[in-house]
T-cell receptor, first 112, second 112 residues
Framework: DAGITQSPRHKVTETGTPVTLRCHQT?????MYWYRQDPGHGLRLIHY???????DKGEVSDGYSVSRSKTEDFLLTLESATSSQTSVYFC???????????FGPGTRLTVL | SQQGEEDPQALSIQEGENATMNCSYK?????LQWYRQNSGRGLVHLIL?????REKHSGRLRVTLDTSKKSSSLLITASRAADTASYFC????????????FGKGTKLTVNP
C-alpha cells in the first residue's frame, strides 16, 4: 500500500458524535487525498492537501473538515457524524513526479 | 459529478476469455488512468495513458484512448480467476492532474 496507513480501520459511532480518521504516509509526498466510496457512486473526493496547512475542497466536502500539520499526516474530521456519512473512506497520496495515486487500505465507518 | 463512466457495470466471463471494459468521459483530459480494486481493499494503479497516446500495453493489459470520442477501453487478455475485481477509470478533468475523478467502476467476475 505504498507506505500508507489508515486508522482506525473500522469504527462504529453514533449520530452527533465527532469522528477523526487518520492517514499516515512514510513517503514524504506533497499531495494527500480523502475519498469516500459508496455503492452506486464510486469514489468521490472529499478534500485534498497540497502541502502542510494547504488544503482544498473536493466534490463532497460538506460535513467534513481536514487538517495537515505535518507532511506525513492528513486528518479527516466529521464534526457531528450523520448516518449519511456511513461509508468506506480511503486516503491516497500522489506519487512524486507522477499523476498516479496510491491508496491506503480504507476505513469502514458506520454511523448509527 | 462523475467525469468517467464505465461500461458495462458488471461483466462475468470464464477463465481464459478476454475481458473488455469501456470508459467514457466528458471534458478534455491530460491523461486517463485505470485502477483495480479487490474486494475490501484499496485501489491499485494499473496503467496511465496520456492524451497524445492511442494505445498502451502492460503485461496482459491493453488500454486504448480515443480523444475524439472521449473514450477509453481496457482489455484484459487470457483472464484468470485472480483478475476478479472492480475496475475504475480516472481522469484529471478540468482541474489539472492534481485531482482525479473516478467512474463508478466495472465489476469483473472471472469464473474458474
Amino acid at each position: 500500500d505504498a507506505g500508507i496507513t489508515q486508522s482506525p480501520r473500522h469504527k462504529v459511532t453514533e449520530t452527533g458524535t465527532p469522528v477523526t480518521l487518520r492517514c499516515h504516509q512514510t513517503e514524504n509526498h506533497r499531495y494527500m487525498y480523502w475519498y469516500r466510496q459508496d455503492p452506486g457512486h464510486g469514489l468521490r473526493l472529499i478534500h485534498y492537501s497540497y502541502g502542510v496547512k494547504d488544503t482544498d475542497k473536493g466534490e463532497v466536502s460538506d460535513g467534513y473538515s481536514v487538517s495537515r500539520s505535518k507532511t506525513e499526516d492528513f486528518l479527516l474530521t466529521l464534526e457531528s457524524a450523520t448516518s449519511s456519512q456511513t461509508s468506506v473512506y480511503f486516503c491516497a497520496i500522489r506519487g512524486q513526479d507522477t499523476d498516479t495515486q496510491y491508496f491506503g487500505p480504507g476505513t469502514r465507518l458506520t454511523v448509527l | 459529478s462523475q467525469q468517467g463512466e464505465e461500461d458495462p457495470q458488471a461483466l462475468s466471463i470464464q477463465e481464459g476469455e478476454n475481458a473488455t471494459m469501456n470508459c467514457s468521459y466528458k471534458t478534455s483530459i491530460n491523461n486517463l488512468q485505470w485502477y483495480r480494486q479487490n474486494s475490501g481493499r484499496g485501489l491499485v494503479h494499473l496503467i496511465l495513458i496520456r492524451s497524445n497516446e492511442r494505445e498502451k500495453h502492460s503485461g496482459r493489459l491493453r488500454v486504448t484512448l480515443d480523444t475524439s470520442k472521449k473514450s477509453s477501453s481496457l482489455l484484459i487478455t487470457a483472464s484468470r480467476a485472480a483478475d476478479t475485481a472492480s475496475y475504475f477509470c480516472a481522469t484529471d478533468g478540468q482541474g489539472g492532474s492534481e485531482k482525479l475523478v473516478f467512474g463508478k467502476g466495472t465489476k469483473l467476475t472471472v469464473n474458474p
